[in-house]
């Protein structure tokens, strides 16, 4: 949504649309809870004030829309199941507030995990390089992540879409480049939207093309890739719910017949990029953890090959180091 001129309301026409939406939410099986965070993102409103009601006797309230826009998006929500996220055109991911729109996957909760395996990652193959020199690793957890070359060298985040994990890898270390890279135009603008807005844009370089191809200049270089690839078999993305499958970019979900296209083109190609070492992970969908473990395993140019769990205990995560 763009960034529109603020409109003035009373907090009474505000509580009136609430509870019009709250019922419309409950009538169409939409999550109540998301008329609140559609109101956070688009008024001057916070949590407290929302489940308490006492925005309603406020004579003057600043939307960013007025309220017939608002309805109108809302009944989208409602008969075209539009995601909120679009709606608002904002979502929350880790500590950020990150740009969305119909370009991107909407960032996940259980991929903001992809963010803390890596750091867990660099952490354990420090403290694994400490151990094989003799180095006494005890109370030397925060030493280790800053004299791991892992953080303050090249790291890939493939697939961007939004900037989400390229954003959080730059946090996380803020001594290295991020490289993202993403196939579509309209994506990568978002994502550099992403990065501007948080004041990571001089951390992370951009690049429009496949996979790992426009990186050719930086082969054998990365300390890391991160990917959150397209995993869905394709004969599965017409029956997701509507509001993935209506309006959430099909690119970003189609992993092929068995949804493992793109998985398996980043364990071929990865080798070939990373530095010995180097960590490969990604997330992927349930029930696909012992065929990528497999394919790994068979591959032969990775090591210590282990699966994670996300918060909801599912199989989600991959992660392994290159021979």
């Known amino acids: ?10 907090g009474l026409e ?26 956070l ?22 939307l960013r829309l007025s309220l017939p826009e608002l309805d109108q998006l ?30 991107v996957l909407i960032p996940r909760p259980e991929t903001e995990l992809l963010i803390d395996l890596a750091v867990e ?38 697939g961007t879409g939004s900037g989400a994990i390229a954003i959080g890898l730059a946090a996380a270390f803020p001594d290295a480049t991020i490289h993202a890279v993403d196939r579509s135009t309209e994506a990568l603008a978002i994502a550099r939207q992403n990065a501007q807005q948080q004041g990571l844009a001089e951390k992370i370089k951009f690049y429009n093309g496949f996979w790992f191809e426009p990186l050719e200049a930086i082969k054998g270089r990365l300390s890391g890739m991160v990917s959150n690839p397209p995993y869905i078999p394709s004969s599965i993305v017409p029956t997701l719910q509507p509001e993935v499958a209506f309006h959430e970019p099909h ?35 349930a ?21 994670y769990p996300d918060l909801a205990g599912i199989e989600r995560f991959a992660l392994a180091y290159r021979c």
């Open 1 to 10: 949504m763009e960034n529109l001129q603020g409109v003035v309301v009373s």
């Open 251 to 285: 690119l970003a979900l189609d992993g092929g017949e068995d949804g493992l296209d793109c998985i398996r083109h980043l364990i071929e190609t990865a080798p070939n990029y990373l530095r010995p070492g180097g960590i490969w992970l990604i997330e992927m969908m």
């Open 121 to 158: 990652a660099v952490r354990r193959r420090g403290a694994q390089e400490q151990r094989s020199t003799g180095v006494s690793p005890v109370g030397a957890s925060e030493q280790v992540m800053q004299n791991s070359p892992m953080t303050d060298a090249d790291w890939a985040d493939l």
């Open 14 to 39: 505000l509580w009136q649309w609430r509870r019009q939406a709250l019922a419309a939410a409950r009538a169409a099986d939409v999550p109540p809870e998301e008329v609140d965070w559609l109101l």
């Open 287 to 307: 029930g696909q953890a012992d065929a990528v473990a497999e394919l790994l395993r068979q591959n032969g140019s990775y090591y210590d090959i282990k699966i």
């Open 74 to 103: 809302w009944q989208r929500r409602i008969s075209d199941r539009l995601p909120v996220q679009y709606i608002a055109g904002v979502t929350p991911w880790r500590n950020f507030s990150l740009v969305v729109s119909p370009a």
């Open 41 to 62: 993102a688009v008024a001057d409103l916070d949590r407290l004030a929302l489940r308490l009601e006492s925005f309603r006797d406020r004579k003057n309230m600043t």
